[in-house]
Every structure is written in structure tokens, then in C-alpha cells.
């Protein structure tokens, strides 16, 4: 059962495998604002909404539009091929600063709070370094340089309309120290939705991970991201568990694979339910190609349990059932054969199952009941898991030590075998430090997919991207690079607004 206060006070990190496009209308309410605030702040509610009010729009899968889809998503030509112009995604933009806006607010002003316990208040604030954390995290490895604005406003006309660009390496030390002081703030206790201390570690390690890569390169991180990540694996309060239960709603509240997630709920109407599921469906895959997954990433995914969470494949019954629904008239009734003028031909119809199962749709999100709108479900969004950790610390320690210990290669084994069917394990000892180095980014790829974290991984490694793009009905093969434009553009509406903020090189 997902209750609405722990939808209002769930919470995220991201990027991607995703080779998905996502796109959905807005929350159909307006968070909670600074202005609706009480002015003198002296009750503690005026807090909790603001904290559920920046919870809202991170919440929005909408504000995850930009990030499943960047780049690396191999279904939307205009992010494979770097054409997006500063035009683009201006929402990600003015979305997270409207969250530090309530964020900032918290931190600045919650000692006036004459009513609630500390407990109470330190749960509050330590959420609140927690989020603002997170969202400048996201959107440093986006933009590079950002401003970065540390103090509340109770006009968002005023947010960001003079802050200049801050260096990434100083945004990264302010990261740091938000998720430090949400790690001394927060609890223990692994509830639905809620940030622990286990979630500020694991960000932490993630943190170092990526300063130790592309652009920054600080390399003397790799220790520390290493160290953090052991600190959650010491504490034994985690297991990797089945593959499919990080995904089958019924499972995720009770996880103890999952560190952070959003939780979603079909209760409480679809402002807080999880519209991935009509994104990524079978009904809307087969009909919408940019739903289709990478034709070349599920013929080369290893045979196991995790390709068959990940993907729907030809003996799915889910599949049949849907391709046999009729009209009553004995036409086969959906719209993909409406679409493609083959209504009732057997053959036709094998054919063009055929085709679609070629190409492959996303399962991962149809774990979930479905809401009284269709394409919602309850699923939660799942955002760091247990076998994330076990993979930063096996690739942290590796290129800190020049080589992997024993450990890292039990662990790396752990996440490899859950997922094949294949003897999946590697002999310890038997790989030289770029050798190792590669099979963990390489698992990462598989363990991942679809999770909104792949764009960020072929950044921080520089990886060379090769894949297929749909264009009118075809595929076209398209090879590049590492991109000298690995950043996105600063969106024009806020160069307009702002007269110290520069673009990036390359817009």
C-alpha cells in the first residue's frame, strides 16, 4: 500500500540507458511554493510543504523527459546526432531551480519553526540538503557551469536573473557538503520514498565517482568513491536479491535492494501514478517506434533473467493476448493494425509481429497495476539500487589500486551471474586494470538499461557511441565520437533573462 505522504516525500537521482524518449503532461497540481508560504515560518507544516513542493516537480516524469532521453537514447534523432539547438529543454532548467527555490527556503529559515520536534526538523532539513544535493548534481554533468544559488526567494521571477555561471569543480565541493549534511541528518530505516543515510552514501560515492572521470579527471576521488560505497556494502543492510522484484510493484516497498526510489500510486489519482507504463508498453511500443528498443542492444543483451525483465520477448504471452484483441466483428481491433491497413490477415499479422519483435519493447515498466486512465501504473520509479553500489565500488577500487582485489571480483561476479543464464563468473585475478575496468562499464550497460543512467556513464569514459536511429520507418547506422558537445546548451530563455550567463562552446 503507497500512502500519499510518502508519495509527497519520495525522492530521485537518474540517467539513463534510456533509449527512450519520455514526454507527459504536467503534474495537474502546482507544488507548494516559497509565496504560499506562511512569511514568518513559525509552524512546521509551512516546511513539510515546501519540501513536498520541490518533491513534486522532481517527481514529474516530465522533469526526466530530458534525462532518459539524452543523448545515448538511440530512438530520437535529434539528441543521437547532437542537433538540439538552446532552444531545447528549457524546462529541466527552470524545473530544478524552482525546487532549490523551496529547498533553499528550508535550509535558510526552518530554525524559526516554533513548533515541532528536532527530529522532526532534522528530518526536514536533512531531505532538503538531500534534494538539493541531487538536483545540482543533475544538472552540473548537464550543463557544466551552472549558477549556483544557495539562498531562497519568494518571487521565482527573481531566481536566476543575475547569478553568474559557477565553476563545476565548486559545485561539486557545494554537492558535496549538502549530501554530507544529509548524511549526518538522516536516518537508517530503508522506507518507501524516504532518503537515508544509506541514500546521501551511496550519492556521495556516485558524486566521486563521476569528479574522477571526464571532464574533471580528479583521479585521487576513485579512493574515496571506493570508500564510501564500502561503507553501505560493511553495513549488511542490503542484498542484491531477484532481478525482477527491483521492478514488480507489489515488491519495491519492501525492497531490501532498493536504496532510493519515487514511489507512485494509482490511489490517488494520475498526478501521482507512474505514466512510464504507457510510455513503454506493448500497446504504445508497437504503434510508437520511439518506445522501440535499440535493435542492436537487445540482440547483443546476454540470455537470463534481466533480458527477460528488460524486455518482452516473442514466447510473452502479453504479447499474443494483445495482437488476438478483436473488434466483435472478428477484425483484429488495436491500432497498430489499423495503422498499417492489415486488419484481419493471420499473415500480415505474423509478419508484422514479427517485425515489431525484431526491434523489441520495453518491459521494465509494466510491473505495475494499471490506473483508471490506461497508461498509469503504481510501479515506483527505482533510482539507485544495491547492485549500483556493488558496481561503483569494484570500478572505484580497481583504478584507485591499479588492479581489482578479491572483492571486487566477487562482487562484480554477484551482478553478472544474477543476470545470465550463461557461467557468467570471472576467474579472480585474471584481468589487467583497463581489462577489469571494461567488463564493469560493460555490465553497467546490461544492468542498467532503461534506468536513465547510460548517458552519463559514456561521458565521465568518453565512450565512442555506434548505434541505430528510426527514421521513417527505417534504420539508419550512425557512428560518432566522443562529441566535443557533451554538454547541453544553456536554454535561451534564461540567456535572455540573465546577462551574465554564457553559452557553451558549441551552440
Known sequence: M?????????????LLL???TISCEKLEEEPFSFESASNTFQNIENFENLVNGATRILQSIDYYGLTSGSKAIESNPTIDTY???????????????????NLNSIIENITLAQNGTEAQRDKILGKSYFLRAFTYFNLVRFYGDVPLILSGSSSLDNVGVSDPRMASVDVYAQIIADFQLAESLLGTANLPGEPTVWAAKA??????????????????????AASKAKEIIDSEAFQLGAYVDNFVA??????????????????????????LFGRTSVRNGITNPGSRAYRRYMDEFPDGPRKETTFYMNTDPVIDNFLNETDGNGNYSNQAYRNANKIGEPDERKYFLKDALDTGFIKKYTYGAQGAEGDQSDQNLVMFRYAEVLLIYAEAQ???????????????NSVR????????????????TSEFDKIVIEERYWEFGYEMKRWFDVLR???????????????????????????FPIPQREIELNPNLTQNIGY
Open 2 to 14: 503507497k500512502y500519499l505522504n510518502r508519495i509527497f516525500t519520495s525522492i530521485v537521482v537518474i
Open 18 to 20: 534510456g533509449l527512450f
Open 83 to 101: 542537433s538540439f539547438t538552446p532552444a531545447d529543454f528549457e524546462g529541466y532548467w527552470s524545473d530544478s531551480y524552482r525546487a532549490i527555490n
Open 203 to 224: 550519492y556521495l560515492s556516485k558524486v566521486y565517482l563521476t569528479m574522477a572521470g571526464a571532464p574533471l579527471k580528479l583521479t585521487e576521488n576513485y579512493e574515496k
Open 250 to 275: 507489489s515488491n519495491q516497498d519492501s525492497s531490501s535492494s532498493i536504496l532510493f526510489q519515487f514511489i507512485y500510486s494509482t490511489d490517488a489519482g494520475s498526478a501521482y501514478s507512474n505514466p
Open 398 to 412: 580497481n583504478l584507485a589500486d591499479n588492479g581489482a582485489n578479491n572483492l571486487s571480483y566477487e562482487l562484480l
Open 417 to 432: 551471474t544474477r543476470g545470465r543464464d550463461e557461467a557468467a563468473a570471472i576467474p579472480p585475478m585474471s584481468l589487467s
Open 461 to 487: 569514459k568518453e565512450i565512442p557511441l555506434t548505434f541505430d536511429i528510426y527514421t521513417g520507418g527505417e534504420y539508419e547506422e550512425f557512428t560518432s565520437a566522443f562529441p566535443d558537445r557533451y554538454l
